[in-house]
């Protein structure tokens, strides 16, 4: 069967019938990328202002990360844990270092590794810090978002998310996001861990008050619970700095991380800690068979090479600093906010004057830049960390022509 003659058109008719509607995709069929720019089955070109969630930090069929891609390909892709492989160790290694942390636990995906440290931290509440079995309570945020597993949903404040999944996994609390009363007031004899995120990404990047992170650190400090920053999309560059939490000087108990770790390459995600926490991991209590698996291990040391050279955290700290500067230039009718931090952006609408984001999204892929809505009223902004002024300076000019 030939998908060559294929248009955008036949792919969404297609996809309607064979695909299960989990997702609800702009009408564009990519068959192609390189850097910023992506080029769908009928030959129209397009900027990426998504970077697939951050996952493609370092843009499209990067050479360097290709280059280490075909490589490893030809070498060896796959062991399962039952052997070594030579990537994981020094993958493990160089990542518990960029984390400024002592050791790394290898998964898959983003989900995994929220999976991964809410393990960590009921096993440490039982084994450390002597909570009675099957009583520990994990605090979590209001509009969070960690991934999609029956356990994760189950703490989830998206309905849409929840709806009939249930029964839900116990042993979590929601308190509200940015309050940093609310989470000491939460914590009690049983409470092991905090997991946030430094920045809600899915919520409509939405930024903590000035001092939050440090307060938090302080009380997890103060209160024996471990503090677990979910750095999946807020981390590796994205806000101009290698984590989130560094915006604050602040270092969390366990970094989960995912998304650019594979390079826009393979899935790849880990969470990484300190021995006394990650210790609490014994044979055959945790794993995956694709985790730490050598092609991804090839792909994400070189992400972490090119991150600990600290060029795309600069760059993005001035491409940042250039875009809010020129977003907030502008006098939208439209917008009520702009938030962000680095190149992640998120544009809230005026809910009567504008409406709902999502056709301002297609109108702006019809002028050739894809960006995503979030939680309905927000344009979600995240091109890949490489792209340059003169891009950035075409997108805004698309964003004001649509937004004005
Ligand atoms: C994307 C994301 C996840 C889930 O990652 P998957 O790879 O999609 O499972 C978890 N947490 C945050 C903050 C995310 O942005």
């Given amino acids: 069967m030939t998908t060559m003659a294929m248009n955008s058109q036949a792919h969404v008719e297609m996809m309607d019938s064979c695909s299960a509607h989990n997702y609800h995709p702009l009408p564009v069929v990519i068959a192609e990328a390189d850097g910023v720019w992506v080029t769908d089955v009928d030959g129209k070109r397009y900027m990426d202002f998504l970077a697939a969630y951050s996952a493609v930090n370092f843009g499209h069929s990067h050479a360097g990360l290709l280059e280490i891609t075909q490589q490893q390909l030809k070498r060896v892709t796959l062991t399962s844990r039952a052997f070594l492989n030579d990537q994981l160790s020094p993958f493990c290694k160089e990542l518990a270092d960029l984390c400024g942390m002592e050791m790394v636990l290898a998964m898959n995906t983003g989900a995994e590794g929220v999976e991964t440290a809410i393990k960590t931290a009921r096993r440490w509440g039982y084994r450390v810090k002597g909570v009675p079995a099957n009583q520990a309570k994990i605090l979590v945020c209001d509009q969070n978002f960690h991934g999609r597993t029956t356990t994760i949903i189950s703490f989830s404040t998206d309905e849409c998310a929840r709806e009939d999944f249930g029964p839900y996994t116990p042993g979590f609390e929601v308190i509200p996001y940015g309050d940093a009363e609310a989470l000491s007031k939460a914590i009690d004899d049983n409470t092991v861990a905090f997991l946030m995120e430094p920045i809600q990404g899915e919520a409509g990047i939405i930024v903590p008050p000035d001092?939050?992170?440090?307060?938090?650190?302080?009380?997890?400090?103060?209160?024996?619970?471990?503090?677990?920053?979910?750095?999946?999309?807020?981390?590796?560059?994205?806000?101009?700095?290698?984590?989130?939490?560094?915006?604050?000087?602040?270092?969390?108990?366990?970094?989960?991380?995912?998304?650019?770790?594979?390079?826009?390459?393979?899935?790849?995600?880990?969470?990484?800690?300190?021995?006394?926490?990650?210790?609490?991991?014994?044979?055959?209590?945790?794993?995956?068979?694709?985790?730490?698996?050598?092609?991804?291990?090839?792909?994400?040391?070189?992400?972490?090479?090119?991150?600990?050279?600290?060029?795309?955290?600069?760059?993005?700290?001035?491409?940042?600093?250039?875009?809010?500067?020129?977003?907030?230039?502008?006098?939208?009718?439209?917008?009520?906010?702009?938030?962000?931090r680095g190149l992640w952006a998120g544009i809230e609408l005026d809910r009567e004057k504008a409406g709902k984001a999502k056709p301002f999204c297609e109108r702006l892929m019809h002028e050739g830049l894809l960006c995503k809505d979030t939680h309905e009223y927000s344009i979600r902004l995240a091109p890949p960390l490489v792209i340059s002024k003169d891009e950035l300076d075409w997108a805004i000019d698309k964003l004001d022509k649509v937004l004005r």
């Avoid at 750095?231 to 560094?246: K, M, N, V």
């Avoid at 366990?254 to 650019?260: C, I, M, P």
């Avoid at 939208?332 to 962000?340: L, S």
């Fill in 211 to 340: 001092g939050y992170l440090k307060q938090v650190r302080q009380i997890c400090s103060d209160r024996k619970v471990l503090f677990i920053a979910d750095e999946i999309q807020s981390g590796l560059g994205r806000t101009g700095y290698t984590f989130a939490c560094d915006c604050e000087g602040v270092k969390p108990d366990l970094y989960v991380l995912g998304k650019a770790l594979g390079g826009g390459i393979m899935p790849i995600s880990a969470v990484a800690s300190s021995k006394d926490i990650l210790g609490v991991f014994t044979p055959g209590s945790h794993g995956s068979t694709f985790g730490g698996n050598p092609l991804a291990c090839a792909i994400a040391r070189k992400v972490i090479e090119m991150l600990d050279q600290g060029d795309i955290q600069r760059h993005t700290r001035e491409m940042g600093d250039y875009l809010f500067k020129r977003l907030r230039s502008f006098d939208w009718p439209n917008v009520t906010m702009i938030r962000g």
